[in-house]
């Protein structure tokens, strides 16, 4: 395995469920990011861990609820998202978030669509 | 308030021509630059980056372009392959002490037809 592995790729939920995303990195980094991407919006960014830390948390609604227990996994838990939250869910992991003078490596994403 | 734009939704070529994609920045305090190309049903992978201190760097086919007084960068794709199609997003970071995270532009869908 290389890189940067989300599961699912796909996930179909109601507003009243429970789910969770889940990122694993085998580069040995250090920082972990969740993004968000809407249709026709940039990346934006949600949230970051540096060496299992929060360091960033960009206002995001607290139905969305991110845990880094160790370096190499960090996941995001959904509950009683809308249906704006459709989206595409990118992980990513850089060797080190202090500066981000480094290029980041971005799973595959999890297409989310809320119904 | 977009940071990063990428005003050209998207750009088709011919094999073999260039291709000039154009992104547009607001804030001074940028000091590095980054392209990423992303494939349909795959995640933005790092393609070019440049420092501030610099206003070119080549990597093969691929060069990035730096004009810090207009806050311009392009990415030159000479020439360019049926295998460059995808979507090319431009980013850029602060300098400083605190975190610098990647503020991204929407994307420049690119068409290089045979």
């Known amino acids: 395995e290389t890189g940067v592995t989300q599961t699912p790729r796909h996930l179909v939920m109601g507003m009243t469920n429970k789910k969770s995303l889940k990122c694993e990195q085998h580069?040995?980094?250090?920082?972990m990011y969740w993004y968000k991407q809407s249709a026709k919006k940039p990346l934006e960014l949600m949230f970051v861990?540096?060496?299992?830390?929060?360091?960033e948390n960009n206002s995001v609604p607290s139905r969305f609820s991110p845990e880094c227990p160790n370096s190499s996994h960090l996941f995001l838990h959904l509950h009683t998202l809308q249906p704006e939250d459709s989206a595409l869910y990118l992980c990513?992991?850089?060797?080190?978030?202090?500066?981000?003078?480094?290029?980041?490596?971005f799973g595959q994403g999890t297409r989310l669509t809320v119904v | 308030d977009q940071q990063v734009k990428q005003n050209s939704p998207s750009l088709s070529v011919q094999e073999g021509r260039i291709s000039i994609l154009n992104c547009d920045y607001t804030?001074?305090?940028?000091?590095?630059f980054l392209w990423y190309k992303k494939y349909p049903a795959e995640g933005p992978t790092f393609l070019i980056s440049?420092?501030?201190?610099?206003d070119k760097n080549e990597d093969g086919r691929f060069t990035v372009f730096l004009n810090k007084s207009a806050k311009h960068l392009s990415l030159h794709i000479v020439p360019s392959q049926p295998g460059d199609s995808a979507v090319y997003f431009c980013?850029?970071?602060?300098?400083?002490?605190?975190?610098?995270?990647?503020?991204f532009g929407t994307g420049t869908r690119l068409l290089v037809s045979p």
């Open positions: 990513a992991s850089s060797p080190r978030p202090l500066p981000m003078n480094t290029e980041a490596f």
């Open positions: 580069l040995g980094h250090n920082a």
């Open positions: 861990y540096s060496l299992e830390e929060r360091v």
């Open positions: 804030n001074s305090m940028f000091d590095y």
């Open positions: 440049i420092s501030s201190i610099k």
């Open positions: 980013a850029a970071s602060g300098a400083g002490t605190g975190f610098q995270k990647l503020v």
